[in-house]
């Protein structure tokens, strides 16, 4: 049974706004980080952005100062305000929730993203 829900997407133009939407059917509040994450065709996925449980935000450089993340762990609901929308950004988005960390190198450690949601497609047209 799949644990996050997106919803959003679609076909819009370039410099045009969409909003995704990924609905937890658990507390927000178990995960120590939800992320968005996207993949276009012959790429490797890249994470867009991440909100950590103590608030802690970070963007992928080639979405900083047009998209925007946030959280309502009232709805157990995640969100993706994406701006200025430009081709480049056309692409399968997925939310991710994490509720552990494992270690890539001695001494560090990144955030352990186990449950996905389906995917929803963006697709810019310019």
């Known amino acids: 049974q799949a644990q996050l829900e997106q919803f959003g997407g679609g076909l819009v133009q370039a410099g045009g706004s969409l909003k995704l939407t990924c609905t937890s059917f658990?507390?927000?509040?178990?995960?120590?980080?939800m992320a968005w994450f996207r993949q276009a065709p012959g790429k490797e996925r890249e994470e867009v952005a991440h909100i950590e449980s103590g608030g802690v935000i970070a963007y992928g450089d080639s979405v900083k100062g047009r998209f925007t993340i946030s959280k309502d762990n009232t709805k157990n609901t995640l969100y993706l305000q994406m701006n200025s929308l430009i081709s480049e950004d056309t692409a399968m988005y997925y939310c991710?929730?994490?509720?552990?960390?494992?270690?890539?190198?001695?001494?560090?450690?990144?955030?352990?993203?186990?449950?996905w949601g389906q995917g929803t497609q963006v697709t810019v047209s310019s």
């Open positions: 658990t507390s927000t509040k178990t995960y120590i980080s």
């Open positions: 991710a929730a994490a509720q552990g960390l494992y270690a890539t190198t001695p001494g560090q450690v990144r955030f352990e993203y186990t449950l």
